[in-house]
């Protein structure tokens, strides 16, 4: 996270806040964490009311053809994995948003991951939420360090128990990526880092497919033919706060690697399994998801999702 959006200097340490349908008292520290260290509530429920019954419709669909294919062959615990479905968020500060996931949706592996300093603040809200048996039937929480980098991103065991990445077969690691708020760099100062390339970076490397499967790596998997790997689905919701900073990154280098659609809740489009290819509708989303971008304004909130481009 950049240090550019900085958070009001407060007295309080708890927050409270209902996302979801489920109320959560979650640990705030905006004094020592700034912008990381509060919960930014309109984009918060924004998001998670856009991805909510993506991952909840995804799932049924999972189930579905998990049942169809298990109804003459024993069931194993690899067929319980492949029933979960796992969320990575980056930047995600006081955990709000994955908690929130993780409370109103069964059977999601959330990891939160922020820089070290922030580790702490969402390793309380995590385990008082564990603690307090709030996370829904078969959904985890785990948090984990993470400065934007592809091999940072490769490099996390989304296993709760270890033993190398949880990947399904001809699939990539993450279901979903989520970015809440996070596409701050003020531009100002010259000793401040410009984080849009690393997170631009860590988001193509959370939707690669597993080594040897259909196709391979940045940006999407190569067709060779044969079903496509499921796909992952980047959420990101942001508050326009300078235009050419956060609109233009996300119309121009985001979008150069990204197909883009509004999640305004109307339909699904594409979810994290969809085999996604340039049909029309796929580009008259990604034009209208652009000409949202481009009608924005400063102070609108917009809520977007993306999946990688395939490499032709």
């Given at each position: 996270r950049a240090s550019a959006l900085v958070a009001p200097m407060s007295d309080k340490t708890r927050e409270d806040v209902e996302i979801l349908g489920v109320n959560h008292t979650l640990a705030i520290d905006p004094d020592s964490l700034n912008e990381a260290g509060v919960v930014w509530t309109p984009a918060v429920r924004a998001l998670a009311s856009a991805v909510a019954p993506i991952v909840v419709a995804e799932a049924e669909a999972r189930r579905s053809s998990s049942a169809f294919a298990s109804a003459s062959s024993a069931v194993d615990s690899s067929t319980d994995r492949a029933l979960t479905t796992r969320i990575l968020e980056l930047g995600a500060g006081t955990g709000a948003l994955g908690i929130a996931l993780a409370c109103a949706v069964p059977d999601v592996r959330v990891t939160l991951t922020d820089l070290d300093r922030v580790v702490p603040l969402m390793r309380t809200n995590a385990d008082a939420t564990r603690d307090a048996g709030k996370l829904a039937r078969g959904s985890e929480l785990?948090?984990?360090e993470l400065a934007w980098s592809r091999d940072a991103v490769l490099g996390l065991d989304d296993a709760p128990g270890g033993g190398?990445?949880?990947?399904?077969?001809?699939?990539?690691r993450w279901d979903v990526v989520l970015g809440c708020e996070i596409l701050y760099w003020g531009g100002?100062?010259?000793f401040a880092d410009d984080t849009r390339g690393p997170l631009l970076e860590a988001c193509v490397a959370a939707c690669e497919a597993v080594e040897g499967a259909e196709g391979d790596a940045e940006g999407g998997a190569e067709r060779v033919g044969g079903p496509s790997p499921p796909q992952t689905l980047v959420a990101l919701a942001f508050t326009v706060r300078d235009k050419a900073r956060e609109s233009g990154y996300v119309a121009g280098d985001f979008g150069e690697k990204f197909w883009l659609r509004v999640l305004d809740g109307r339909d699904f489009g594409f979810g994290f399994g969809a085999d996604v290819d340039e049909t029309d509708e796929l580009r008259r989303m990604n034009a209208d998801a652009r000409a949202r971008i481009e009608a924005a304004e400063e102070g609108d909130l917009l809520v977007l999702g993306a999946v990688a481009k395939r490499r032709k």
């Open positions: 785990r948090v984990a190398g990445g949880d990947r399904r077969d001809g699939g990539a100002w100062d010259v």
